[in-house]
């Protein structure tokens, strides 16, 4: 057994035996001024209804709980067991459409804010899973890469905005590209691409890049974003 803070058993010892002292102190103290102040019969009388038994085991518990009162405060410990546990986590890419359309705020505060609203919210649900940030509108980019700091992840959606690609327009099929560009050195059997956006693509093919992200193992989510 190690203790974190052996100090305190030592102060557990010290204090259950001042108190010890002191409840036999005040016991005997308590006796002679009962018999200096009573006759020896109303002493005697007083004595047979007391239960000596019972108020030695009280005294013995209260004394036992203060003692380990104080050993729990010195943080007992016997060491830990090596367990290997098996887990299953998966990669989780979120592509965001930064494009001038996502600005438009027919969705509270608008589209874009809307959107990393839902992003964060779904992070939630995902510890132990590794995440990443596609951001993308003429061009696609990787804004965070898959990782397991759910925080750095955060912080890299929150910086997203629609400056984030100097070319405008939607590219659908560039941010499946660079999904699949990402995964193609990923081990993960599951893999996940969550497409955020309004829908209006102008650039690229987004259902024949699909098809081929598919082949290749990546599951694509779509979350449309703005109202009819």
């Given at each position: 057994?190690?203790?974190?803070?052996?100090?305190?058993?030592?102060?557990?010892?010290?204090?259950?035996?001042?108190?010890?002292?002191?409840?036999?102190?005040?016991?005997?103290?308590?006796?002679?001024?009962?018999?200096?102040?009573?006759?020896?019969?109303?002493?005697?009388?007083?004595?047979?209804?007391?239960?000596?038994?019972?108020?030695?085991?009280?005294?013995?518990?209260?004394?036992?709980?203060?003692?380990?009162?104080?050993?729990?405060?010195?943080?007992?410990?016997?060491?830990?067991?090596?367990?290997?546990?098996?887990?299953?986590?998966?990669?989780?890419?979120?592509a965001v459409d930064t494009s001038?359309?996502?600005?438009?705020?027919d969705m509270s505060p608008s589209?874009?804010?809307?959107?990393?609203?839902?992003?964060?919210?779904?992070?939630?649900?995902?510890?132990?899973?590794?995440?990443?940030?596609?951001?993308?509108?003429?061009?696609?980019?990787?804004?965070?890469?898959?990782?397991?700091?759910?925080?750095?992840?955060?912080?890299?959606?929150?910086?997203?905005?629609?400056?984030?690609?100097?070319?405008?327009?939607?590219?659908?099929?560039?941010?499946?590209?660079?999904?699949?560009?990402?995964?193609?050195?990923?081990?993960?059997?599951?893999?996940?691409?969550?497409?955020?956006?309004?829908g209006e693509e102008n650039a690229?093919?987004?259902?024949?890049?699909?098809?081929?992200?598919?082949?290749?193992?990546?599951?694509?989510?779509?979350?449309?974003?703005?109202?009819?």
């Open positions: 057994m190690e203790w974190v803070e052996i100090y305190w058993v030592y102060v557990a010892f010290i204090v259950t035996i001042l108190c010890g002292a002191l409840i036999i102190f005040r016991q005997k103290s308590g006796t002679q001024q009962l018999v200096k102040s009573l006759s020896p019969a109303h002493f005697a009388q007083l004595v047979d209804s007391i239960s000596f038994v019972k108020r030695f085991l009280k005294r013995c518990l209260l004394l036992t709980g203060l003692f380990f009162i104080f050993v729990a405060l010195a943080r007992p410990q016997y060491g830990f067991v090596l367990e290997e546990i098996t887990t299953t986590s998966v990669d989780v890419l979120f001038k359309s996502m600005l438009a705020r589209r874009l804010e809307r959107a990393k609203i839902a992003i964060l919210e779904a992070t939630e649900h995902l510890e132990g899973d590794r995440v990443g940030l596609i951001g993308f509108s003429g061009g696609a980019f990787l804004q965070c890469p898959l990782t397991v700091d759910h925080e750095a992840f955060r912080q890299s959606l929150l910086a997203l905005d629609e400056k984030a690609i100097p070319r405008g327009g939607t590219d659908i099929s560039a941010a499946i590209h660079e999904a699949m560009r990402v995964y193609s050195v990923s081990t993960k059997q599951s893999k996940v691409l969550i497409l955020i956006t309004d690229g093919n987004a259902i024949m890049t699909a098809r081929e992200a598919k082949s290749k193992g990546i599951a694509i989510f779509t979350l449309g974003v703005g109202t009819p």
